[in-house]
């Protein structure tokens, strides 16, 4: 059977048919690319997320924690600045641990910048912290309360605002992962 033998109608038909299934390959092909790429997308949009409330979390535990360093500086109660102590203590031990994951999480050199700020306004503030705490185990209460007020509140203020710089920066890397995926 030679080509010539068709008739026309019908290699017009065979064409459309072949060209048909040809655009519903290449269709689906994309189609499956645009899945995988927008899946790609939305885990790493899931796992920036999680990073975000991650850095959130560690955020209010700092400043639960200098609340309460404040308030045991300030108190003349032995017992309330006790009580005080042994929760900041916790709460450090569980921000060491919030720590060590965000630390080990961050990938791009924006984060890192951000991060190694927070990290040093950090060592700034335990140092302040353990001061605050050698005062008033010294009992000179005026020393105490002028110190946190002077010094550990300024500290404590660029430590937690180095958090928030370093959560802007992970919110900045979510929107683009979003803007790239669209």
Do not use: C, H
């Amino acid at each position: 059977m030679q080509l010539d033998n068709i008739r026309v109608s019908r290699k017009l038909w065979g064409a459309f048919i072949a060209l048909m299934l040809a655009m519903m390959v290449i269709s689906g092909f994309q189609q499956y690319r645009a899945n995988t790429s927008m899946s790609g997308a939305m885990d790493q949009v899931v796992e920036i997320e999680q990073r975000i409330s991650t850095a959130v979390r560690w955020r209010g535990s700092t400043e639960t924690a200098v609340n309460m360093v404040m308030g045991a500086a300030v108190t003349t109660d032995a017992v309330l600045a006790e009580q005080y102590g042994a929760r900041v203590k916790e709460i450090i031990g569980a921000v060491n641990k919030i720590q060590e994951g965000i630390v080990a999480a961050a990938s791009t050199p924006e984060e890192k910048a951000a991060l190694d700020k927070v990290l040093a306004e950090r060592k700034v503030v335990l140092d302040a912290t353990a001061k605050t705490w050698e005062l008033k185990a010294a009992g000179d209460a005026v020393a105490t309360q002028r110190f946190a007020d002077t010094e550990l509140t300024p500290m404590a203020a660029r430590y937690l605002k180095a958090q928030d710089d370093f959560v802007s920066v992970l919110q900045k890397r979510r929107d683009q992962i979003r803007a790239e995926a669209t």
